[in-house]
């Protein structure tokens, strides 16, 4: 995802007018890199939360990315292609269901596929073979922009813009109000921090404004969702070592951030697994085991040895300290 990030940082400096224009981030993502990856059928309706969060399905999914040529062409004609030339594929049949309200972890080696199975949940490429379905729906059938709004994306280097925090929080929902944006800065553990701010929601942020540190960031990230408030959550837990009282207040945060919704994680922190209602264990583009935790440990296969190297050390850190299982 760093890869499609990057232009838009860049972009973001220089094209200001076109980036308030377009109020929504979810939006400016879609135009400039995304739309053309993926094509809305004809016919296409609202994915729309039937009042609980839904299912999120893999069956049988295989995956390879598009070759390069194909994506510069595809983004200049605006379409998506199919008959891709046979480039390695990346996921072999991929099955799995998080049900709704639960929480699944990701873990495995680097280069596994774990943030590839997170790209076809909100639909940045199409599946090669097998179906994504969210609620029932085959991700394919729904409006693009019913499934961005839909699912709430977040990626470890939380972007923030060079612009104040109300505007940060409006990227997520351009309609929400102070209160609206208030209140998710509370109950994502920030709103202390930004009421003792000089300029409160008027203070600007980003690399020539007010400094956040990354645990403050994570936070920003996590209230975004809540003022967004997707039923499906997609989350790359941030590396970055924060101390004791930030991992914390993080953590508080994610919680309350996942309460009620069907989320998928690339876990990170020793925390997370324990608290995922499932692992999925993630090696050569397949699922090599699953369950929970405690059971994981005990059949001491691939997750034993990750937990032995990766996140059993946390624990000697207290509640502080996160650790790249992946790397
Ligand atoms: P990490 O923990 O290091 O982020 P990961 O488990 O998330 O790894 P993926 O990023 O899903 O792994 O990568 C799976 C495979 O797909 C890797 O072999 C990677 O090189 C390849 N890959 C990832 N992104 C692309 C891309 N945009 N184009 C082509 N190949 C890609």
Do not use: C
């Not at 990701?106 to 076809?120: D, E, F, N, W």
Request: charged content about 25%.
């Amino acid at each position: 995802l760093t890869r499609m990030y990057g232009p838009l940082t860049a972009l973001s400096n220089v094209q200001v007018d076109v980036m308030t224009a377009l109020v929504s981030f979810d939006r400016v993502f879609e135009v400039l890199d995304l739309k053309p990856m993926v094509a809305e059928r004809p016919g296409a309706e609202r994915l729309r939360g039937t009042g609980g969060a839904p299912a999120i399905e893999f069956d049988d999914v295989t995956f390879r990315y598009p070759a390069a040529e194909e994506v510069s062409l595809a983004s200049l004609e605006s379409i998506a292609r199919t008959d891709t030339a046979p480039a390695r594929e990346v996921l072999h049949g991929v099955d799995f269901t998080v049900a709704p309200g639960e929480m699944v972890a990701l873990v495995g080696p680097s280069g596994a596929g774990k943030s590839t199975i997170t790209h076809l949940v909100s639909r940045l490429y199409d599946v090669t073979g097998g179906t994504v379905r969210i609620g029932g729906r085959d991700v394919r059938d729904v409006t693009l922009a019913s499934l961005r709004d839909e699912v709430g994306v977040v990626t470890q280097d939380a972007h923030l813009y060079h612009d104040t925090i109300r505007a940060n929080m409006l990227y997520a929902r351009p309609d929400a109000t102070d209160e609206e944006i208030r209140a998710a800065l509370r109950a994502a553990q920030i709103g202390d921090l930004v009421d003792a701010m000089p300029d409160g929601l008027d203070t600007v942020v980003g690399d020539r404004g007010y400094r956040l540190s990354g645990g403050e960031k994570q936070r920003l990230a996590l209230a975004r969702l809540l003022l967004k408030a997707p039923s499906v959550v997609v989350l790359d837990e941030a590396t970055a070592h924060l101390d004791s009282e930030s991992e914390a207040a993080v953590q508080h945060a994610l919680r309350t951030a996942l309460a009620g919704r069907t989320s998928l994680i690339i876990a990170h922190r020793l925390s997370t697994v324990r608290e995922a209602d499932q692992i999925l264990v993630v090696a050569g583009g397949r699922i090599v085991e699953r369950g929970r935790h405690e059971d994981l440990l005990l059949a001491g296969g691939l997750y034993a040895e990750l937990y032995r190297t990766q996140f059993a050390p946390q624990a000697g850190r207290g509640r502080g300290g996160s650790m790249n299982v992946a790397n």
